[in-house]
């Protein structure tokens, strides 16, 4: 099993729907995650930390199961601007600061 | 300026080449990572460091080689290039207790 699995998308959805997206990981001893954002063929950006059993951002929530072991992201009122592809990260074993990175889900919104 | 910069930012170059792709930082971490990105495939670790004096390899460092000349720069060498190291390569930095990174704008690499 990958540590870290992501639908690959492409989500494509109207300006203004609400997407969701889930990623599974392997390691139940995770203790944060992260979600980032990477626009085509540019560098990774944090779009948000997941510590507890979820974060909300203004129209970006994180929620995190970890009986299942899978988090979400949901993109509310979606925005031309929100077209990225979405990573969800995992930190590996606590302490070790080295992270793996799902492949990603490709999200695009059309006007 | 950015944080953290790359050179060269593309890079076309002939099987069998010596290559050397190059990373600096202004956050002032110490820890540094040199990751590459395939199609459909997440981000893997090529090799990183935690100080200067530090340096492991990750999941696929075949191939490749380091070099932490001092905290705010780490270089990746291909000592002879393939074609299958045609990638987009990123350098990250990451500080503090908190597992966070922060990538560079990355180098594209295309070996013939």
């Known amino acids: 099993r990958k540590e870290v699995e992501q639908d690959p998308g492409p989500f494509n959805v109207p300006e203004g729907a609400t997407v969701a997206f889930n990623c599974t990981y392997s390691n139940s001893a995770s203790q944060s995650f992260f979600w980032y954002r990477q626009d085509c063929r540019k560098e990774p950006k944090l779009l948000m930390s997941?510590?507890?059993s979820g974060n909300e951002d203004g129209r970006f929530t994180a929620q995190l199961n970890r009986a299942s072991q899978y988090i979400s992201l949901l993109i509310r009122d979606s925005k031309l601007s929100d077209s990225a592809t979405y990573l969800c990260?995992?930190?590996?074993?606590?302490?070790?600061?080295?992270?793996?990175f799902g492949a990603g889900t490709t999200v695009t919104v059309r006007a | 300026d950015a944080d953290v910069t790359q050179t060269p930012r593309n890079r076309i170059t002939k099987t069998g080449k010596r290559i050397m792709l190059e990373c600096s930082q202004t956050?002032?971490?110490?820890?540094m990572y040199w990751y590459r990105q395939d199609p459909g495939l997440g981000l893997r670790l090529i090799y990183y460091s935690f100080d200067v004096k530090d340096i492991n390899k990750g999941e696929i460092s075949d191939g490749y080689s380091v070099s932490r000349q001092a905290q705010a720069k780490f270089s990746l060498s291909l000592e002879s290039a393939i074609p299958n190291q045609t990638a987009l390569y990123f350098c990250a930095t990451g500080g503090g207790g908190t597992n966070e990174q922060f990538f560079g704008p990355g180098t594209r690499l295309t070996v013939l």
């Open positions: 990260v995992v930190p590996r074993e606590w302490g070790d600061y080295k992270l793996s």
């Open positions: 956050k002032g971490h110490d820890r």
């Open positions: 997941v510590y507890s």
